[in-house]
């Protein structure tokens, strides 16, 4: 049996720092499914920290006061990988955004390699902004920036 994995490599601390698509997996709070959403506001604090940043109205804020379980999915290194463990809001409103944003720090209690057995990930997955390609770097910058100092 592989021993359990506990922190972010030096790759997926690089990772997490781009600001590329993750896949946050919670439990929600009113049904006790599995819940799934689209994030990309990723800041790795340390080898055992992931920040992220979500609107503070959104299901997922709910979700993790409910049940502080989470699993942040990601491609990266030309796999994918599963870096679980216990959620909690660190600051909210998160100060120096123009949008009312919920700062989570997730700390790391496992990380898994979950692409199945003889694959590898040719090309990450790219997204693209759908509005002012300015404007979304700026507030990417914002958030990038209070996540750093929250």
Not at 16 to 38: M, R, Y
Not at 59 to 74: K, W
């Amino acid at each position: 049996m592989a021993e359990t994995v506990t922190a972010l490599s030096e790759p997926l601390m690089n990772h997490f720092q781009k600001q590329k698509l993750a896949l946050l997996g919670t439990i929600d709070a009113d049904t006790g499914a599995p819940s799934q959403n689209a994030i990309s506001w990723t800041y790795a604090v340390a080898p055992d920290c992931v920040r992220f940043a979500v609107d503070q109205r959104s299901r997922i804020v709910a979700n993790l006061r409910g049940n502080p379980s989470a699993t942040l999915t990601v491609f990266a290194e030309g796999s994918v990988f599963a870096v679980s463990g216990r959620a909690a809001v660190a600051e909210e409103p998160l100060e120096g955004v123009p949008f009312k944003l919920a700062c989570v720090d997730l700390t790391v209690e496992a990380v898994r390699d979950v692409m199945y057995y003889g694959s590898r990930i040719a090309a990450e997955p790219e997204v693209e902004k759908s509005y002012d390609k300015r404007a979304a770097a700026k507030l990417d910058n914002q958030v990038l920036d209070a996540m750093k100092k929250a």
